[in-house]
């Protein structure tokens, strides 16, 4: 429930009938969205194939019979999509604990999160909020174009779904490398860096955005995406050292 939990609230908060998300352990290791739903699953995918093993995928558009197919690859605990037609129903129905979930109904407006020990509740409201460039504030000499400032978006749309401390790296509205869950950012840039080192090829004129879920409490981090090809970073400010880090930049 948890995994699932987890790839609604990023697939809902993705453009419709665009976006295709895989979870392992409640964390993201691939997210992609592209008009063509093949290739939004093949890039999902492609972001880390090995974790994607025994996932969860979760399809914002209706399934059809060609992303079954494609589905059916590999093995997957439970597949979400915004309903399924006959002919996938068929293909997926033949595998074997494989769970199917249409959320064409689900809406995630006004949802809260409530959480659970030693005996107390902690309630939030989820983090679902849709951004857009005007919830952000361009700080270095260079500006961004609308291509990366959506790419930004995308990137950093992920990242908040990332267990922290999570850097997420993306291209063309894929993610191809996400490093989450360690107590230095510093190494979550690092693994980042070798997944997708270990999964893509990677040209000299590929736009690499970053993306991080909290500030960089110093350069090292920064310094380490922008050595290993990544170009704009988008990140919470609120470190000590901001001007330290932008003056980098």
Not at 181 to 200: E, V
């Amino acid at each position: 429930y948890n995994d699932i939990y987890a790839a609604l609230n990023i697939s809902q908060t993705l453009p419709k009938n665009t976006g295709t998300v895989i979870i392992k352990h409640a964390n993201p290791c691939g997210v992609s969205v592209n008009n063509n739903k093949i290739q939004s699953y093949k890039e999902a995918l492609a972001c880390d194939p090995v974790s994607a093993f025994g996932g969860i995928v979760s399809c914002n558009f209706k399934v059809n019979k060609k992303i079954a197919l494609e589905l059916s690859k590999i093995f997957l605990e439970v597949i979400i999509g915004h309903g399924f037609d006959k002919d996938s129903l068929k293909i997926l129905k033949r595998k074997k604990n494989l769970r199917l979930i249409d959320a064409s109904k689900l809406r995630l407006d006004n949802q809260s999160n409530i959480i659970s020990n030693f005996d107390s509740l902690l309630l939030q409201n989820a983090d679902n909020k849709i951004f857009s460039k005007d919830n952000f504030k361009v700080v270095s000499k260079i500006k961004p174009s609308k291509k990366v400032f959506d790419e930004l978006l995308f990137a950093f749309n992920v990242c908040r779904n990332v267990k922290s401390n999570a850097i997420v790296l993306t291209r063309n509205n894929s993610t191809i490398g996400i490093g989450s869950g360690q107590p230095s950012r510093l190494d979550s840039c690092k693994i980042a860096i070798d997944k997708m080192n270990k999964f893509q090829k990677i040209n000299e004129n590929d736009l690499i955005i970053g993306a991080s879920d909290a500030f960089f409490p110093f350069i090292d981090g920064i310094e380490t995406l922008v050595q290993n090809g990544v170009s704009a970073i988008i990140q919470p400010s609120g470190s000590i050292r901001d001007k330290e880090i932008i003056k980098f930049a």
